[in-house]
Nanobody
Framework: VQLQASGGGTVQAGGSLRLDCVAS????????IGWFRQALGTERSVVAA????????FYTDSVKGRFTISRDNAKNLLYLQMNALKPEDTAVYYC?????????????????WGQGTQVTVSS
């Protein structure tokens, strides 16, 4: 499956952005999907993940209550709504797909990656 992320940009602290990820070349509903981010000089880490049907979600602690992950299997789309953004959210954000039946939260579980989209939050 091929993934393409979009929606990044520059926003002031407290603002909002929505990231989209479109999938092609596979059966989207077969994959657990996640958003990851990598800030300059750091390792890539999970931000949020969603199960194949959308019934289960995971959020890293730092984004709980601010970010919402969702998916539309009919449209092969994954979303990340980001509210109350903070400068520490600045990073390149990646969407990824795991060919697993369970909710996947570890980077090693993901098989397919999209290109990143830059999110910059100014103070």
């Amino acid at each position: 499956v091929q993934l393409q992320a979009s929606g990044g940009g520059t926003v002031q602290a407290g603002g909002s952005l929505r990231l989209d990820c479109v999938a092609s070349g596979g059966i989207f509903s077969n994959y657990s999907i996640g958003w990851f981010r990598q800030a300059l000089g750091t390792e890539r880490s999970v931000v949020a993940a969603i199960s194949r049907t959308g019934g289960r979600t995971f959020y890293t602690d730092s984004v709980k209550g601010r970010f919402t992950i969702s998916r539309d299997n009919a449209k092969n789309l994954l979303y990340l709504q980001m509210n109350a953004l903070k400068p520490e959210d600045t990073a390149v954000y990646y969407c990824a797909a795991a060919n697993r039946s369970v909710l996947s939260t570890r980077i090693q579980q993901y098989d397919y990656w999209g290109q990143g989209t830059q999110v910059t939050v100014s103070s």
